[in-house]
Each structure stands twice: as structure tokens, then as C-alpha cells.
């Protein structure tokens, strides 16, 4: 297999997991876009409900992983509200306040960006940020041309995992990094059980009340089960092409940063 190159050739009837489900390829798309629409508006405050505030510590973590350098380019994908984007550009600012900050944030879903641009421009820093459209699986992005490329809590959502970091790979420049922080399977028996009860009865419930919306937390409880282990990430990473591939988890597993290099 050539590096930067789907695994293997797909037609758009295959069938693939939505949730617990098994959809169309060529449905999977929309479906999941209906299911952001419908929660955007109440998305990072359902972060916080649902993690009890756990996931501002995972991607303060994960940011500081990404090591920003000013006069590097950034591409977050499936990062529409901002916020990875937005720490990144922080701490862009305590480095070198003089440079322009170069930071494309791209989320196929256009109600998730709106969030974040309202955001920036209530923060007073929207001129950081280039703001697309687009799909993870068919950047409309040049290659070679970015030097670090972060989604967080977003490949999961992907129709074909290995077609969206077969994309990340062609747009890091050589020498470009690869960051990925998702949820995982949790690696304490103990910790699972209490999770899973958690993840099952409670996050729709909460799902309901606070965004008015429990089928949609639904379907992302699922679709973190239906996600691969940490194990079998990594390897779909080295796959797409990518050296030094590691792997970090947080919270007894129930989060992980994935890392890589275009070599």
C-alpha cells in the first residue's frame, strides 16, 4: 500500500456503524450532520456536563502536547466551536504577540463554526483564524502545506477512518505532526463498569434536559464504543503512512492522544 492511501477500495454501498447501527456509507455523512446541528448550540456546555469538566484538562493536555511554534500553520479538523483552536492561538500569543497566527479551522459542519466564529469574535481574536467548510475525508486543503494537523474528539464521526487520515497525511508538509485525541476504551475493569452505567443511563438523560436532544447523545455514547481500541488506532496511523507513532491515554483510558509524523 502506498503511504497517504485508503486502505482499501469501498463502494458507496458498504455499510458502516452509526452508533450501534449499521447505515449506509453514503448516509452516514448527513446523519451525523443532523446530529451536531441539532446540538451545537448547547455543545460545549454538554462537554462540561458530561465530563464534569474533565475535558477542558484533556485538551489543555493535548494542546501542550502539540508543542505550538509561531510562524507554524495549524489545521484543526472537526474543530468548529474552537476550542483547540483557541489554545493553540493562546498560547501562539504568550510566544510572539507580533506574528500573525496561521490557524485553519474546519469542520464539516457549517452550524458547529458558526458557534466558534461567534465565539472568536466575542474573544477578540476571530483575525486568527481561517474558518472552512469541508469534509475530513476530501480536504480542500493543498498538500504538503500545513505543519501540524489536530482533531479532537471528531475521527470517531468519520464515514472511513483510514480515507481521513489517509488526508491528514498528504497535508502535513514532511516533518508535519499528527495529533489525535479521542475517546478510547477504559483499561480499569472497575473504572468500565462505572463508566459504561455512566455513559448509558445518565449522558442521555442529560442530553435531554440540558440540550433538549437524548437520541443524539445517544448515538455519540455509541459511537465511542464502536470506535477502534487504542491498539488498533495506532496501527490504522502507521498504516496511512505516519512514523513514530505513540500513544498516550488519560483517565484510566477513557480518553487518548494519538501522535505521528510525516516523515
Known amino acids: 500500500m502506498k503511504k497517504g492511501t485508503a486502505m482499501q477500495a469501498r463502494t458507496d454501498d458498504d455499510k458502516v456503524s452509526f452508533g450501534f447501527q449499521e447505515v449506509d456509507a453514503k448516509d452516514k455523512a448527513s446523519m451525523v450532520g443532523e446530529v451536531f446541528s441539532s446540538v451545537a448550540s448547547k455543545y460545549d ?98 498538500s504538503g502545506t500545513m505543519d501540524a494537523y489536530s482533531i479532537a474528539f471528531g475521527i470517531r464521526n468519520v464515514t472511513h477512518l483510514d480515507k481521513a487520515l489517509s488526508e491528514a497525511y498528504r497535508v502535513l508538509r514532511p516533518g508535519g505532526r499528527f495529533f489525535c485525541l479521542e475517546f478510547s476504551h477504559v483499561d480499569i475493569p472497575a473504572l468500565e463498569k462505572i463508566y459504561d452505567a455512566y455513559s448509558f443511563h445518565l449522558i442521555p438523560r442529560f442530553g435531554s434536559m440540558v440540550a433538549g436532544d437524548a437520541e443524539s447523545y445517544q448515538y455519540l455514547v455509541e459511537s465511542i464504543r464502536r470506535f477502534p481500541n487504542a491498539h488498533d488506532f495506532a496501527e490504522m496511523i502507521k498504516a496511512a503512512g505516519f512514523s513514530r507513532v505513540s500513544t498516550r491515554r488519560l483517565s484510566g483510558g477513557i480518553v487518548a492522544i494519538h501522535t505521528g509524523r510525516r516523515i
Open 45 to 142: 456546555i454538554m462537554n462540561d456536563v458530561m465530563s464534569g469538566g474533565m475535558h477542558r484538562l484533556w485538551k489543555t493536555t493535548f494542546v501542550e502536547q502539540i508543542a505550538p511554534r509561531p510562524g507554524e500553520k495549524f489545521l484543526d479538523v472537526a474543530g468548529g466551536t474552537g476550542d483547540i483552536a483557541f489554545k493553540i492561538s493562546k498560547q501562539l500569543s504568550h510566544m510572539d504577540r507580533s506574528r500573525a497566527q496561521d490557524i485553519t479551522i474546519l469542520d464539516i459542519n457549517a452550524d458547529m463554526l458558526a458557534v466558534g466564529r461567534e465565539r472568536a469574535v466575542k474573544r477578540g481574536i476571530e483575525e486568527n483564524f481561517t474558518w472552512v467548510t469541508g469534509d475530513a475525508m476530501a480536504l480542500p486543503i493543498p
